[in-house]
């Protein structure tokens, strides 16, 4: 079975500095990799996702993220956050295919990114 | 699309109540999830339908809980017996086409069981 770690669970950053959010996997198996963003009392929305190509994928609002099959890791970066984007950010892996399991999401714990004016 | 939604948006109730949820697609997806997410913790799958068949269920659905998605449109979770331990955010979320398209969520509901 797979599985998400999300090492950080509270990031605060200064706005217009960088940052990292870091997420790594387990799995026997080639997955499929995303990253989430979830605003105060909104619902789950997809920043960028991986599945296959050139390993760094850009997202919206100026994230990106790089698979590195090597370290099973899928970090997110933002060269300069905003206060805008405080919110909790979750790394999710599906297995793909046709199997069992190829459409259920299995998800981190979050990391809560904080923005300090 | 006007997104996927969710009735209610919050749930109180009482040990040992049943209670049912909505879920409304975006219109055309054929697959619909329902996840469950508790504080702290990054949501959980709980089953997910391909039109109206529910193709997968998790060992964390138990015997409480029945989804249906008649006709391949909405979905309705029932919990059965309520518990304190069911106190959660229950999100559902649709797709169309294969595993890679993105999963679309809704605002969730928060249930509460005192």
């Known amino acids: 079975a797979q599985s998400v770690t999300q090492l950080d669970s509270q990031v605060p950053v200064f706005e217009e500095a960088p940052v990292e959010l870091r997420c790594n996997y387990s799995?026997?198996?080639?997955?499929?990799l995303f990253w989430y963003v979830q605003y105060p009392n909104q619902g789950l929305q997809l920043l960028l996702k991986y599945l296959s190509g050139s390993t760094l994928v850009k997202g919206i609002n100026g994230f990106e993220a790089e698979f590195n099959k090597s370290q099973t890791s899928f970090h997110l970066r933002k060269p300069s956050v905003h206060i805008s984007d405080t919110a909790e950010y979750f790394c999710a892996v599906t297995l793909g295919g046709s199997g069992a399991g190829s459409y259920q999401l299995t998800f981190g714990k979050g990391t809560k990114l904080s923005v300090i004016p | 699309d006007t997104g996927v939604s969710q009735d209610p948006r919050h749930k109180i109730t009482k040990r040992g109540q049943n209670v049912t949820f909505r879920c409304d697609p975006i219109s055309e997806h054929n697959r619909l999830y329902w996840y469950r997410q508790t504080l702290g913790q990054g949501p959980e799958f709980l089953t997910y339908f391909q039109n109206e068949a529910q193709l997968e269920k998790s060992r964390l659905l138990s015997d409480r809980f029945s989804a249906e998605r008649p006709k391949g449109s909405f979905s309705t979770l029932e919990i059965q017996r309520t518990e304190q331990g069911d106190s959660a955010m229950y999100l559902c979320a649709s797709s169309f086409g294969s595993y890679w398209e993105t999963q679309y969520f809704g605002p969730g509901t928060r249930l509460l069981v005192l």
């Open positions: 799995s026997s198996v080639s997955v499929y």
